[in-house]
């Protein structure tokens, strides 16, 4: 690509905005952060990828953990600082990437070119989406999806500003149960495109 | 009565709001400082004598606050000797940072011992103790940890043995001395005690100390100690490259040494710690003119406010009788048994410090020692010395206890290397029950 676009998709748990973040990733050409950042992450610094993802896009517990001089003991913390230190390296590097969550909207906010997607879908198609993919039942697919959900609300609203999900913190909102993902991908595709249009 | 609730309730809520971290700490002492004057001491006690008192502003103008003349500092309400004591070293321990004298020192003694693993592993150990000893150990772990990583990633070890190490030796090498720890800073100025009768004491206890801990992370860490170099040439970072100017350097090492020589001898010259401070502060400024802002700017002003928040709380417990009334309840448990009572501060002491911040704790418990001691009938310099063992030594069982941990985990975080609590714990928590259990032998042993 000639001009650098990053693609930001926040999404909730079970919506399918992964998989439109994947789609938009091979459309552009570019490459996709997601849980695979901390395998980047662990083979530049020589570590064991797993001891990093067990605290991806995990919560900040407050009783255990401690600031002093802007530093922490929080692991969940520190592996998200990873993250967004990575972000925002690439980014100053002048790459193209599309960036599954990660509180990327807000990380890599002073960046133009930066095209902010929030993902949402109808309870019942979320569901109908987690009971498929783990083989749950429907209960169980709910408690899931409420937990996970909760998990990066937590997450997101510890390090960000805007609130997770608020429409106002966001590009475009989109809800992918109407269209399916095919079709809500290419409405994204088509607005990223005017924005690549847009910029100087 | 109602002045003692409010109190105990502040007091409290000023506890829980640190904990959180919701607020900056800072705002929250000074927040519920403010809380105990107007509250406390002008609605409920209708005190203004209270108020100057805690607000110990006078304190200025008496000349035995920056030279013991005719007796003692005075040592109730906010102390301002610890406050200015700790502005004047952060000022000299920017002045070193400057120069690069943290890291210089870390790369000369790993090129002293030629870069073996072991080597490095228990002169790090010891350089951390002994640095700890007359500076904050929060920036001794910041350079040392940083120094660790570097070279582990150099000669390919992990860093988390060699980290944990030494933040344990920085808190135990910060109990020996007036000036190493806070809590140590807050009882020697607030009970009158020198640099010297610390180290005779406290620092006797963390000598015999320091030479189990060496021994039990040797233990523990030797099958982590090995290179996983293979026959790979290595180009070591040159010692003197750390030095920013040699002007700055050599300037700053001077300072270092008078500030060290001061603080010895501070007994003989009458010269009190907030007067080290000022003096300190002063020459750091005028031998680095053109970076004085820079390094003013760069003083930790927030922990400063936070003390000065934090003694008006403490200072309103006082007041209102809140601390009599526990060394009370303490002392109806020990009965007359004097050991008990040791045992109970020493444990106490370190427990609370394992989870709480000891500053706070330290400050609260200064006047109860000094009620136990004066309605018991015990040497109070005991006591003294068993709750600066206690707060300084517990902070290191667990994350969270001391600064110094929080800050050599996030340096082990940032390179990937995570420390949790099981990790840490594993490690630190039988070092610090060791330590305790030594300190314990030692104060019954020398002083029953």
């Known amino acids: 690509?000639?001009?650098?676009?990053?693609?930001?998709?926040?999404?909730e748990y079970g919506s399918g905005g992964h998989a439109i973040a994947e789609m938009l990733s091979k459309r552009f050409g570019i490459p996709l952060y997601d849980s695979n950042l901390l395998e980047i992450i662990a083979t530049e610094k020589n570590v064991d990828k797993d001891s990093l993802k067990a605290y991806d896009e995990v919560p900040r517990v407050r009783l255990f953990s401690r600031r002093v001089k802007g530093q922490t003991n929080s692991l969940e913390e520190n592996v998200a600082n990873l993250q967004f230190d990575f972000l925002k390296k690439k980014a100053a590097a002048g790459e193209s990437f599309v960036v599954v969550?990660?509180?990327?909207?807000?990380?890599?906010?002073?960046?133009?070119?930066?095209?902010?997607?929030?993902?949402?879908?109808?309870?019942?198609?979320?569901?109908?989406r987690i009971m498929g993919l783990y083989n749950l039942s429907e209960d169980d697919a709910l408690d899931k999806i409420e937990?996970?959900?909760?998990?990066?609300?937590?997450?997101?609203?510890?390090y960000c500003k805007g609130k997770w999900g608020d429409s106002r913190n966001y590009d475009l909102s989109i809800n992918d149960s109407i269209l399916g993902l095919d079709k809500t991908a290419d409405i994204i595709e088509e607005y990223v495109r005017k924005r690549i249009e847009l910029m100087a | 009565m109602a002045a003692q609730i409010i109190a105990v309730i502040i007091f409290v809520l000023m506890f829980?709001?640190?904990?959180?971290?919701r607020i900056p700490r800072h705002f929250v002492t000074l927040g519920c400082g403010l809380l105990m004057l107007i509250v406390v001491f002008g609605?409920?006690?209708?005190?203004?004598?209270?108020?100057?008192e805690t607000l110990n502003i006078r304190t200025f103008v008496d000349p035995d606050f920056w030279v013991l003349i005719n007796g003692e500092e005075s040592s109730s309400g906010i102390n301002w000797a610890t406050i200015i004591f700790i502005f004047g070293m952060m000022v000299m321990v920017e002045g070193m940072a400057k120069a690069g004298f943290f890291r210089w020192l870390c790369l000369c003694i790993a090129k002293a011992v030629k870069y073996k693993v072991?080597?490095?592993f228990l002169t790090f150990m010891i350089m951390s103790f002994i640095l700890a000893m007359f500076i904050d150990s929060i920036t001794v772990i910041l350079f040392l940890a940083a120094v660790t990583v570097e070279l582990s990633q150099l000669l390919k070890f992990s860093p988390v043995p060699m980290i944990i190490a030494e933040i344990f030796c920085a808190n135990l090498g910060g109990s020996a001395t007036m000036c190493g720890d806070p809590p140590n800073i807050i009882i020697g100025t607030s009970l009158h005690y020198s640099f010297g009768q610390f180290v005779t004491n406290t620092g006797l206890i963390a000598v015999i100390s320091m030479v189990f801990v060496i021994l039990y992370f040797y233990l523990v860490f030797r099958k982590h100690l090995k290179s996983d170099l293979k026959g790979e040439k290595i180009k070591y970072p040159e010692p003197k490259e750390a030095i920013t100017s040699k002007r700055y350097f050599i300037s700053s090492c001077i300072i270092f040494g008078i500030a060290v020589i001061l603080l010895i001898t501070h007994a003989q010259t009458g010269l009190t710690v907030a007067t080290i401070g000022i003096f300190i502060a002063v020459i750091t400024l005028l031998s680095m003119p053109r970076h004085a802002i820079e390094l003013l700017k760069k003083v930790d002003y927030e922990t400063l406010i936070f003390f000065i928040g934090l003694f008006i709380v403490v200072g309103g417990l006082e007041q209102t009788g809140i601390l009599e009334l526990i060394a009370g309840f303490i002392a109806t448990i020990c009965g007359d048994k004097v050991i008990i009572m040791i045992a109970i501060v020493l444990w106490i002491s370190a427990i609370?410090?394992?989870?709480?911040?000891?500053?706070?704790?330290?400050a609260t418990m200064i006047p109860v020692i000094k009620t136990l001691s004066a309605t018991m009938g015990v040497d109070l310099s005991i006591l003294a010395w068993t709750l600066a063992v206690g707060t300084d030594?517990?902070?290191?069982?667990?994350?969270?206890?001391?600064?110094?941990?929080?800050v050599g985990i996030s340096a082990a975080a940032k390179s990937g290397h995570l420390i949790g609590w099981g990790r840490y714990c594993k490690y630190a928590a039988p070092a610090t029950v060791i330590v305790i259990g030594i300190s314990m032998a030692i104060i019954y042993v020398r002083y029953f």
């Open chain 1, 1 to 11: 690509m000639d001009k650098q676009i990053i693609i930001s998709i926040s999404r």
């Open chain 1, 101 to 128: 969550g990660r509180c990327s909207e807000s990380v890599l906010k002073d960046y133009s070119c930066m095209v902010s997607i929030f993902v949402l879908g109808n309870k019942e198609a979320k569901i109908k």
């Open chain 1, 147 to 158: 937990r996970e959900n909760f998990r990066r609300k937590m997450y997101h609203n510890y």
């Open chain 2, 16 to 21: 829980l709001l640190i904990v959180t971290e």
């Open chain 2, 43 to 52: 609605i409920c006690m209708r005190s203004s004598d209270a108020v100057w």
């Open chain 2, 118 to 120: 072991t080597s490095i």
């Open chain 2, 352 to 362: 609370a410090s394992a989870f709480v911040d000891n500053i706070p704790f330290a």
């Open chain 2, 393 to 406: 030594i517990g902070g290191s069982a667990t994350p969270i206890g001391a600064s110094a941990n929080v």
